[in-house]
């Protein structure tokens, strides 16, 4: 019996339906469909993912989508049983997810511990599989920074950035990615000016990848008005914050931790600077 898939795909019943289970001597066959709610945003999702990532296997991608919604331990499980009957599956994609997984849930160590296995494998690949590995290197970055290595950290993702900007083409967003990651450091070690200009290259990128509404835009318009913010620039601040803020009102985000932080910054600022017209 398997029952974490069967919990996965039933936890996951809003994008998909079980249209039957079969079961014999040695396997249980489950049939899904994509639900018609489920159909669009799915579809959407692995499509942009596997662009993203150039990652063809749809296994992968799935499992992705599992960590993605938040079932960080479905999708740990779905992978470490992927890892054990691969079925030809990348074994260096499964390892980088089972990272990623762990990554989500908080245990950094063991997250660098299968980044590491990852890159190795990829390394030891004859040609060595140095476009794969960027993902990797940015990863074990943000493990890093969480950390508290900044430094460290930095190395890893400007690596990842060399490598991005050499193998993916022009306007990549895995480029636009490293550029944001990069800021972000920059920006906790008290860099501002850099770290805006890591940030505005990023939002550049992002939209020219992504529709207007996108998540990504909205993190770099609000990584932008927290940079404006520290260096005493209220007006141009709020007025990012403002620009992230819409686009989490489309999405109907009332309880979003993010939505609630730009709202609080918003009054926050507009206070300090009617204080300053005082």
């Known amino acids: 019996e398997y029952p974490e898939e069967k919990e996965v795909l039933c936890d996951l019943n809003a994008c998909f339906t079980i249209e039957s289970i079969e079961q014999n001597e ?24 596997q662009k993203e990532t150039e990652e063809k296997s749809v296994s992968i991608v799935f499992g992705r989508l599992t960590c993605n919604l938040g079932y960080y331990d479905k999708s740990l499980k779905y992978f470490q049983q992927l890892l054990n ?13 089972i990272g990623r997984a762990l990554h989500f849930k908080g245990e950094l160590q063991e997250a660098r511990e299968y980044y590491n296995r990852a890159y190795d494998r990829m390394m030891m690949n004859n040609p060595a599989r140095i476009k794969d590995s960027a993902p990797v290197l940015n990863n074990i970055g943000l493990v890093l920074h969480k950390q508290r290595q900044y430094n ?9 950035l060399k490598m991005k900007e050499k193998y993916y083409s022009c306007g990549h967003v895995g480029i636009a990615t490293s550029l944001n990651n990069i800021g972000l450091i920059l920006y906790d070690q008290g860099k501002y000016d850099e770290a805006l200009g890591y940030h505005q290259q990023s939002l550049k990128m992002r939209k020219k990848y992504y529709p207007s509404d996108h998540v990504d835009i909205a993190t770099s318009l609000n990584n932008i008005g927290n940079i404006l913010r520290q260096q005493g620039k209220y007006d141009e601040a709020v007025d990012y914050y403002q620009r992230t803020l819409t686009i989490y009102e489309k999405f109907h985000l009332v309880d979003n931790l993010s939505r609630i932080t730009t709202e609080r910054n918003i009054r926050e600022l507009t206070g300090k600077n009617e204080l300053v017209k005082l």
């Open 26 to 49: 040695s396997i249980q066959l489950i049939n899904m469909n994509v639900s018609n709610e489920g159909q669009i945003i799915t579809k959407d999702y692995i499509e942009l993912t």
């Open 85 to 97: 009957d691969p079925n030809d599956e990348d074994l260096a994609w499964i390892e980088y997810s």
């Open 152 to 160: 460290e950290a930095l190395d890893y993702h400007q690596r990842a």
